[in-house]
């Protein structure tokens, strides 16, 4: 399979302009013979716009921007992974949220982020409850992932055991934070023996400092692609029987004594309290 990473400044507000640069973006994955293009976190909006725009920007998973990527996807036949800000229809609460869509304009799956990073994403939305399913997409076992999710161990851990082959991880990460790509990726990746994709803005949104480094991590924790710190799109092509290949030169699923760890999580939590 061969995915294509967005790298762009965010359009911070302007939902047609993101869209607009979506179509363009898609396009160059098509001629590129990419079968999934993948954009940062809150893709559609920009990430640090405040909670009062982030409601007024929000819409359903079947909203009309969830049309838009749709047709896109259809009209270059490739699937699009993109983010954007959730609305609920029963309460109202806006999520942090990323929608797949397949190349026929089907909607797959969608996620909303369970770890929120600091006060932005706390006073910007409500966190989800539940990760996403590991899903059967173009013959990959795939599993979904936004920023700051990627950083705790214990959610990846949980989709390789659930048989993710691929974690797609949209994301917003700014300076002085580029050990998220460098170090913690890679591991994801290694100490799962899978692929992450890691998808990143660049450049100035507010206050934040976007770091790039865009990447794409194979199972070994090596670099597949990966980008600079400014804007571009990076292609990889991923073989699925590397996985297998890692998995049994590296037991790290097998080898796990996970009745341990529950004694030392049980333990630790009456403690705490």
């Not at 790039?212 to 991590?217: A, N, R």
């Amino acid at each position: 399979m061969r995915i294509a990473c967005m790298q762009i400044a965010p359009l911070a507000s302007d939902v047609a302009g993101s869209l607009d640069l979506l179509e363009d973006h898609a396009a160059k994955a098509k001629a590129a013979d990419c079968d999934l293009l993948v954009t940062p976190e809150m893709y559609l909006t920009g990430y640090n716009i405040g909670a009062a725009r982030v409601q007024q920007l929000a819409q359903p998973v079947t909203g009309p921007s969830a049309e838009r990527v749709a047709e896109i996807a259809r009209r270059n036949g490739l699937a699009i992974l993109y983010g954007y800000p959730e609305k609920d229809p029963d309460g109202g609460a806006a999520f942090n949220s990323v929608q797949l869509i397949d190349q026929s304009g089907n909607r797959i799956a969608n996620y909303r982020k369970t770890h929120l990073y600091g006060d932005v994403d706390r006073a910007q939305f409500q966190a989800g409850d539940a990760r996403a399913p590991v899903i059967l997409w173009h013959g990959w076992k795939v599993a979904l992932a936004i920023c700051y999710d990627i950083e705790f161990p214990e959610l990846t851990r949980a989709y390789a055991l659930g048989g993710a082959e691929l974690v797609l991880t949209p994301t917003a990460n700014m300076i002085p934070y580029d050990s998220v790509a460098t170090r913690l990726v890679p591991a994801r990746a290694e100490e799962n023996g899978l692929f992450v994709v890691y998808a990143n803005y660049c450049g100035t949104e507010a206050a934040f400092d976007y770091c790039g480094l865009s990447c794409v991590c194979g199972p070994d924790g090596r670099d597949v692609a990966r980008a600079g710190r400014g804007p571009g799109l990076i292609v990889a092509d991923l073989d699925r029987s590397e996985i297998a290949q890692t998995r049994q030169a590296v037991r790290y699923l097998t080898d796990r004594r996970p009745e341990i760890y529950n004694r030392t999580v049980q333990r630790t939590a009456r403690d705490d309290t």
